[in-house]
C-alpha cells in the first residue's frame, strides 16, 4: 500500500495509439510528451506509444529534449517550444529537432549547429490564427523556409502551425485557420517537396481528416483524456492514469464536528468520517474543498471540508464498512464506478489537461 500513487496503464497508451493511428492511416504520429507526459511519466508513456504505432515524439523544453533525447536516440524528436540560445545548444546536443519562426533566431540556430558540427533540423512554424508562437506572415515564412533549405548548417524538415480551436466543434475559427495554413503549407511544400507538413493536435485528427498532412502531433487523447471534454469512451479512448490512496483513518463525528482548516464543513447529523493522507501537495487542487467524489469500496463518498496539504477528509455516512487501509480512488474506475478527469475537471472549471499534470511530483508513477 502507498500513501499516493499514480497507477498508468501502458496498454491503455498503446490502444490510444492505434486508435489515432488508425484514423490517420498513412500520416505520421508523433507523441508529444511534454510536461512529463501531461502528469503520465514521459519516458514510459514514450516507448508505450512508440510500441502502439507512433515514429515520433514531441516535447516543449530543452529539458525534457535532453531526457527524451537521451533515452530514445533513434527515434525523431521535435521541441516544440521557444528556445534561449544556451537551451539551442542543449536542444541540438540532445539530437532534437527545432521550431524557428524568425530570421535572427534561424541565424543563431545556423551558428550554433556549425559549432556542433553537424546540421540542425529546423520545423518553421506559421501562425495561421492561434495568436502565440510562430510567425504570421506568409510572405516570410516562404523566405525563412527558402533561408533554411539554403543554409548548410541547417535541413529544412518541417512546416507546421498549431490550432486555436480545435477541440471546440462548433468553431469556423478552425476552418479559417485551416485555409491559411493549407495556402502557405501547399507553397512550401512545393518548393521543398522533401518536408513534413503537419498541423493537427489529438482532437483535429478526431475531428478532420484533412488536418492530417503528413503528421500529427497528439499528446491528451495518447493518455485517454477527450480533447472534447466529454467522456473518453465516446471517441473511443481509455484512460491511462488513476489517482489512488487509501483511508488512513475513520472517525466518528457527532453532528456538528467540522473537518480541516477554516471549519468549512460541518457534520450535519451523526456520520463517520474518513481520511485521506493527500492533498495539494499532491496536485489535489484545494478548490475541490467540499466540491469532489472519491470511491471507496465501490461507491462515491463526498470530499468534505478544505483540501489540505497532505490530507483530504471524506463523508462515510452514519453506517459504514469502511475500514483504515481500504483504497481511495480520486480519479479512475472502482468496482462499478469511474471518476473522470474529465469529472474533476469540470468541478474545478479547466480542462482535463490540467488535472493530470498538476499532480505532483511527490506522487510516484506506477506502471499498472
Ligand atoms: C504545439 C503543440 N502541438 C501539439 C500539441 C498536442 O495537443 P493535444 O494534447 O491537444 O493533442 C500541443 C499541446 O498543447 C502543442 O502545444
Redesign the pocket.
Not at 217 to 222: D, K, M, Q, Y
Given at each position: 500500500m502507498e500513501r499516493a500513487v499514480a497507477r498508468i496503464d501502458y496498454e491503455a497508451v498503446r490502444a490510444n495509439c492505434a486508435r489515432l493511428k488508425a484514423e490517420l492511416g498513412e500520416a505520421e504520429l508523433c507523441a508529444?510528451v511534454?510536461a512529463d507526459g501531461?502528469g503520465h511519466g514521459a519516458d514510459g508513456c514514450a516507448a508505450a506509444a512508440l510500441d502502439g504505432g507512433a515514429t515520433r515524439l514531441?516535447v516543449?523544453t530543452a529539458s525534457e529534449a535532453e531526457q527524451i533525447g537521451r533515452r530514445f536516440q533513434h527515434v525523431p524528436l521535435l521541441t516544440?517550444g521557444a528556445l534561449t540560445a544556451e537551451e539551442v545548444d542543449a536542444v541540438i546536443s540532445a539530437g532534437s529537432e527545432l521550431a524557428l519562426w524568425r530570421e535572427d533566431f534561424r541565424r543563431l540556430v545556423a551558428g550554433r549547429a556549425r559549432a556542433h558540427g553537424h546540421s540542425a533540423r529546423v520545423h518553421v512554424k506559421f501562425d495561421s490564427g492561434m495568436g502565440r508562437?510562430g510567425n504570421p506572415d506568409p510572405r516570410e515564412v516562404l523566405e525563412l523556409a527558402r533561408a533554411c533549405a539554403a543554409d548548410p548548417d541547417l535541413e529544412l524538415a518541417g512546416i507546421w502551425t498549431?490550432f486555436a480551436t480545435?477541440?471546440e466543434l462548433d468553431s469556423a475559427y478552425f476552418d479559417e485557420q485551416l485555409d491559411r495554413f493549407e495556402e502557405v503549407a501547399a507553397a512550401v511544400k512545393a518548393d521543398h517537396p522533401q518536408l513534413l507538413v503537419h498541423a493537427a493536435?489529438?482532437?483535429a485528427v478526431l475531428r478532420d481528416r484533412g488536418s492530417h498532412y503528413d503528421m500529427a502531433?497528439?499528446?491528451?487523447?495518447?493518455y485517454g483524456l477527450d480533447?472534447f471534454q466529454r467522456d473518453p469512451a465516446e471517441q473511443g479512448l481509455v484512460p491511462a492514469l488513476a489517482l489512488c490512496s487509501h483511508v488512513a483513518d475513520v472517525k466518528r463525528f457527532p453532528a456538528g464536528t467540522s473537518a480541516g482548516y477554516g471549519r468549512k464543513w460541518k457534520a450535519p447529523v451523526d456520520t463517520w468520517v474518513g481520511v485521506v493522507p493527500l492533498g495539494y501537495g499532491d496536485g489535489v487542487r484545494r478548490a475541490l474543498s467540499n466540491n469532489a467524489d472519491v470511491l471507496v469500496n465501490g461507491e462515491r463518498r463526498p470530499l468534505v471540508g478544505t483540501v489540505s496539504m497532505d490530507n483530504i477528509t471524506i463523508d462515510l455516512g452514519p453506517e459504514t464498512g469502511v475500514r483504515p487501509g481500504d483504497e481511495a480512488v480520486l480519479i479512475g474506475r472502482q468496482g462499478e464506478e469511474q471518476i473522470l478527469a474529465e469529472e474533476v475537471a469540470a468541478r474545478l472549471e479547466t480542462i482535463n489537461?490540467e488535472v493530470t499534470c498538476a499532480i505532483s511530483a511527490r506522487v510516484p508513477r506506477r506502471p499498472v
Open positions: 508529444v511534454k501531461y514531441a516543449a516544440m508562437l498549431h480545435a477541440d493536435n489529438s482532437a502531433r497528439c499528446g491528451v487523447a495518447l480533447p489537461y
